[in-house]
């Protein structure tokens, strides 16, 4: 089984402040659910999501490469945002690969 695709959306400016309420942030889950993105966190402009490669494919065609649900190879081009979420959100990117600091940790001779 392949791992949720992992998505980061960044909310419209308005969504910041006050107008960002119980009753909004309702609408938001229930039109991510309608649409099968599961939240995985809120943060003050973004939020965090997985949905599945099904769903993926349903929603803006062939998944890409993945890694532990995250983007293989990194990509500018955001996803189309979908009717039921344009209210709301600004632009969906996948979320690229996270660098550890092992795996970023220069060679030896470096020091």
């Known amino acids: ?3 949720p695709i992992k998505l980061q959306l960044v909310l419209h400016p308005w969504m ?3 107008q960002k309420n119980s009753a909004t942030v ?3 889950e ?3 659910e309608g649409l099968g993105i599961a939240i995985t966190s809120w943060g003050h402009a973004t939020l ?3 949905i599945s490669a099904t769903n993926y494919a349903r929603l803006w065609g062939a998944p890409p490469k993945i890694s532990a649900g995250f983007q293989f190879e990194t ?3 955001s996803l189309h945002v979908p009717a039921a979420l344009s209210t ?8 690229p690969a996270h660098i550890t600091f092992d795996s970023a940790k220069p060679p ?3 020091y």
Not at 88 to 95: F, K, N, P, T
Request: proline fraction near 3%; glycine fraction near 4%; include cysteine.
């Open 1 to 3: 089984m392949q791992s």
């Open 108 to 110: 030896p001779s470096a």
């Open 16 to 18: 910041y402040g006050a």
């Open 30 to 32: 229930n039109a991510l």
């Open 75 to 77: 990509s500018d081009e």
């Open 48 to 50: 965090s999501s997985q």
């Open 26 to 28: 309702r609408e938001i």
């Open 88 to 95: 709301y959100v600004e632009s969906i990117a996948l979320c």
